[in-house]
Each structure stands twice: as C-alpha cells, then as structure tokens.
C-alpha cells in the first residue's frame, strides 16, 4: 500500500472516530491495546526494557502488568486523536478539567515557555490550551511528508504556531517576547547535539538542554504542565504547575536534571500513563553497552 493511500485511510479513520462517543472510543483503544500487547514486537520489547530498566524494585509480574496497563493506554491514545484533532472546540472543552497554579489570563510580561512531557494525553492536553490561549508549539517533523502535513495543519487549527524542532532560534525569541507562549517537550532522546546525560531513574540519558539555553536568552520562566487520563473515562486533566524554581541555574546540566527529577515524581503518580514505548535510552554514554 501506498504511504499516500494509508495516510488518507488513517485521517478518514480518525475523523471517523471523532463522531463516536468518548466513552466507546476510549473502551475500544484499551481492547484493541490488550489484544496488540499479547503480540511480540519492537515496541513491546522497548516497553519491557524501559520499565526493568527504570523500576529494577519491582517483580516481573509488577512490571508485566503495568507494560499491559501503558500498551492499553497508549493505544487508546491513537484512537482518541480522531477526537482531538477532528472533533469541535466544545467536545474538547467538555472533556478537559484544568487545574493551573497561574493565571492563565494574565498576558505573561515575562515570556513563558510551557514545559510538557509524553504522557498519553499530552495531545489533549495542547488542544484544549489552544482553544482557550494563543500559543507556538515546538513540534518534531514526522519521517512521512503527507502524515506530517495533516499533524500539522490539525495541531495548528485552533491558532497554534507551528514549529520545527530545528527552526530558527531567531523566530523562536521572537515569538517568547512578543508575549505568546511557547509549548515544548524535551524528554525524548533527540541526539547527542545540545544535549548532556544525567540520570532519568538513576539510568542515564541523553536529556536536552536547549530549554535551558532558551530560558536564559530570552528571561523566560519554565512551567511545567502535565496531562492526566482521568478515571471512569470522564476525560482528561491539564495540571499546570508553578514555574520551576532557580531555572536556569547558570549550569545546563543542573537543569537537566531538575526537569528529569520533576518528571520522574511525575510518572510515579500515573506510571502506566506514560509513553514507556519511545527508546528514551537510545544512546548511551560512551563505552555502556545498547540495552534495546
């Protein structure tokens, strides 16, 4: 098949399930999710590694059930992205609770980067903000042109400025100081460029510092945001937390570890909500052996 053909078939697919109630959405993701992980496969096996990796004091059996638990959760999140990406500002709305530690109407005198991490409902978590705020968001390109260009012009549809990961650093201070915000996540491994290991459950990685080095040209505070699957498929929760504090120290790697700290007390509250299926430990430090 085509890329072209199956990209059309994903997006009909996906506003197909924008017209499906929430609920069945959500029930149908964590079947299907059940069924996939009984399935051998790379991500599976990336998701087992992460997890005896990151939590060494649990039993096989403790982390088997929560790899069953994040597959579930993670493909439910695909499918729910028909919602997010097709469905009305007011289907959106109703389904996020906002829980934020600033005021979100203030017009930030000081620039303001939003700090987001890969949880399953980060997606959520972006759309419903842009419906209520302006904002930019840094984005990674996707490898296939024609899923890329429907992300984006989904992702933007509500007013977001879309961004390259590699965009022009001019263009990103000019849109911190000109008062709208910008969203970011940096807890993936995107290279060994601008980047520095720390340790992310005691396990190092390859952790960022371009939030840092943004921070510090432009005077912006960091907020952190994370976005939560709510229980009993009531939707979703947006916490925003107060910016971190004495951020940017002046030692990026002292920052990259703060933020690896913040997020680590993060997954332990909802671990099985997190994106375990990405190779967060795809490099390693020079010497220490692959472990995917």
């Known amino acids: 098949m085509k890329k072209s053909t199956q990209t059309a078939l994903t997006s009909g697919l996906l506003r197909g399930l924008s017209a499906l109630p929430y609920g069945l959405v959500a029930r149908m993701g964590e079947t299907l999710g059940s ?94 903000y842009s419906i209520r705020h302006p904002v930019a968001s840094i984005y990674t390109p996707m490898s296939d042109g024609a899923t890329d260009a429907i992300s984006r012009e989904r992702r933007s549809r509500f ?52 939030v840092s080095r943004l921070a510090h040209l432009s005077g912006a505070r960091v907020v952190p945001f994370v976005s939560q699957v709510l229980p009993g498929y ?7 937390y107060p910016a971190l504090p004495a951020f940017p120290s002046g030692d990026v790697r002292a920052d990259a570890l703060a933020m690896n700290q913040f997020l680590e007390a993060r997954i332990r509250e909802t671990p099985d909500q997190y994106y375990w299926v990405h190779r967060r430990f795809k490099r390693r430090p020079h010497g220490e052996a692959p472990v995917y």
């Open 35 to 128: 069924l996939l992980y009984l399935i051998p496969g790379k991500r599976r096996h990336i998701l087992h590694t992460n997890l005896r990796l990151c939590f060494p004091e649990q039993s096989e059996d403790q982390r088997r059930r929560l790899a069953r638990a994040t597959f579930q959760h993670v493909i439910r999140s695909y499918l729910e992205r028909g919602l997010q990406w097709y469905g009305s500002e007011q289907a959106i709305t109703s389904l996020v609770e906002l829980d934020s530690a600033i005021d979100l109407r203030d017009r930030y005198d000081q620039p303001t980067i939003f700090l987001g991490f890969h949880f399953v409902a980060i997606e959520a978590a972006c759309m419903y």
């Open 159 to 210: 007013g977001t400025t879309m961004i390259p990961r590699h965009g022009s650093a001019r263009d990103i201070l000019g849109i911190l100081k000109s008062g709208r915000p910008i969203m970011l996540a940096a807890d993936m491994d995107f290279g060994l460029r601008d980047s520095v290991f720390v340790p992310f459950f005691g396990v190092p990685a390859c952790t960022l510092t371009a």
């Open 234 to 240: 009531r939707g979703y929760k947006l916490r925003i």
